[in-house]
C-alpha cells in the first residue's frame, strides 16, 4: 500500500500477557519511529531505527519494552508482561531518510485489562 | 529537558478563525510542525515551519512563529466542521519529535 500499516488495529491483552505490534513502512523509507499516545497526553517517543543503525532506544518507558526490525523494513514492538499502564494507542510512523517528514499509521489500540 | 505545551481544548463558531497556540523549549529546533488527527484516524502533518522562518501561508492555514519567545501559532481561516480534530505540535530535536498533549477543536454552529 501507499502508507504505513500496522497490525493489529485493536489488541485486549490480559495483564501479564506479552504483546508483538507489527508496523509495516513505506516502501523506500530508510527511517522508523515508534510513538506511545495516552488518553489524554501527547506522544511520547519510543524509539527510532535509521537504516542498519543500532536503533535509539532512548524513549523505551522500561526494559519490559524492546523493538526489532526486520531487514530493514518491517518493524515490530513487543511489549513482556504488560502492565495497566501500557494501555495506550502505539503509533508507527517512517520518513525517507532521518529528520525528513513523517508519515504515520493508523496505530494499535492497546487495552490491558 | 524539552517540553511542548498547548491548551487542551479550544472552542470556535463554523466561520470564524481559530487560533492555536504552542510554547516549546528547544531553541535548536530546526523545524516545528502541526499535526492533525481526527477521530479514528492517523496522524496528518498539515503544515510545518522551518526555524529560520518567522510566517508560512498555505490557503486557509497561517503558522506564526516568534522564536525569541518560542512561541508557534497555528491560524485556520473560516472554521468548517471538517476541522474538527486534535490538533498536535510538535518540535524536532535530535531526530525526534517532541509532541505537545494536542488542542481538541470543537465546532459550534
Known amino acids: 500500500g501507499a502508507g504505513v500499516s500496522q497490525s493489529p488495529s485493536n489488541k485486549v491483552t490480559e495483564k501479564g500477557k506479552d504483546v508483538e505490534l507489527r508496523c509495516d513502512p513505506i516502501s523506500g523509507h530508510t527511517a522508523l519511529y515508534w510513538y506511545r499516545q495516552s488518553l489524554g497526553q501527547g506522544l511520547e517517543f519510543l524509539i527510532y531505527f535509521q537504516g542498519n543503525s543500532a536503533p535509539d532506544k532512548s524513549g523505551l518507558p522500561s526494559d519490559r519494552f524492546s523493538a526489532e526490525r526486520t531487514g530493514g523494513s518491517v518493524s515490530t514492538l513487543t511489549i513482556q508482561r504488560t502492565q495497566q499502564e501500557d494501555s495506550a494507542v502505539y503509533l508507527c510512523?517512517?520518513?525517507?531518510?532521518?529528520?525528513?517528514?513523517?508519515?504515520f499509521g493508523p496505530g494499535t489500540r492497546l487495552t490491558v485489562t | 529537558g524539552e517540553d511542548v505545551e498547548q491548551s487542551l481544548f479550544l472552542s470556535v463558531r463554523e466561520g470564524d478563525s481559530s487560533v492555536i497556540n504552542c510554547t516549546y523549549t528547544d531553541s535548536s529546533s530546526t523545524y516545528l510542525y502541526w499535526y492533525k488527527q481526527e477521530p479514528g484516524a492517523g496522524l496528518q502533518l498539515l503544515t510545518y515551519?522551518?526555524?529560520n522562518m518567522d510566517m508560512k501561508q498555505d490557503q486557509r492555514l497561517t503558522v506564526l512563529l516568534n522564536k525569541k519567545d518560542k512561541h508557534l501559532s497555528l491560524r485556520i481561516a473560516d472554521t468548517q466542521t471538517g476541522d474538527s480534530a486534535i490538533y498536535f505540535c510538535a518540535e524536532s530535536s535530535n531526530y525526534q519529535l517532541i509532541w505537545g498533549a494536542g488542542t481538541k477543536l470543537i465546532i459550534k454552529p
Open positions: 515551519i522551518f526555524s
Open positions: 510512523a517512517s520518513s525517507l531518510g532521518l529528520g525528513d517528514e513523517q508519515y
